[in-house]
């Protein structure tokens, strides 16, 4: 049973930054795809940042791109999502994704599991 937890989440004012985890219980993260999306109230979940089994490759959402940084730590079994320059509209609810596919997608619907998700706050 493959099991997401994240983690991190919390206040922050705006311009600060923020790191959230998702530790992975599967036996085969280092080859499963990654992802983090995320869902404000009221407005359809989005995505924001995916990596491949590779760890270069990476994929940001434009509105996240140069602020913030996807990495993996395989021998955790750990993502992570480097938050920088938070901005207010950034305040979501954060939810990390594992999809069984070996091609990066950046729609949910190709991610198989599901965290609960952290909740991640940019006061102004």
């Known amino acids: 049973q493959v099991q997401l937890v994240e983690s991190g989440g919390g206040l922050v004012q705006a311009g600060g930054s923020l790191r959230i985890s998702c530790a992975v219980s599967?036996?085969?993260?280092?080859?499963?795809?990654m992802g983090w999306f995320r869902q404000a109230p009221g407005k359809e979940r989005e995505f924001v940042a995916a990596?491949?089994?590779?760890?270069?490759?990476?994929h940001y959402a434009d509105s996240v791109k140069d602020r913030f940084t996807i990495s993996r730590d395989n021998a955790k079994n750990t993502l992570y999502l480097q938050m920088s320059r938070l901005k207010p509209e950034d305040t979501a609810m954060y939810y990390c994704a594992l999809s069984l596919s070996i091609v990066v997608h950046t729609t949910g619907g190709r991610y198989n599991y599901w965290g609960q998700g952290t909740q991640v706050t940019v006061s102004s």
């Open positions: 990596i491949g089994r590779i760890t270069s490759d990476t």
């Open positions: 599967s036996n085969t993260f280092s080859r499963n795809v």
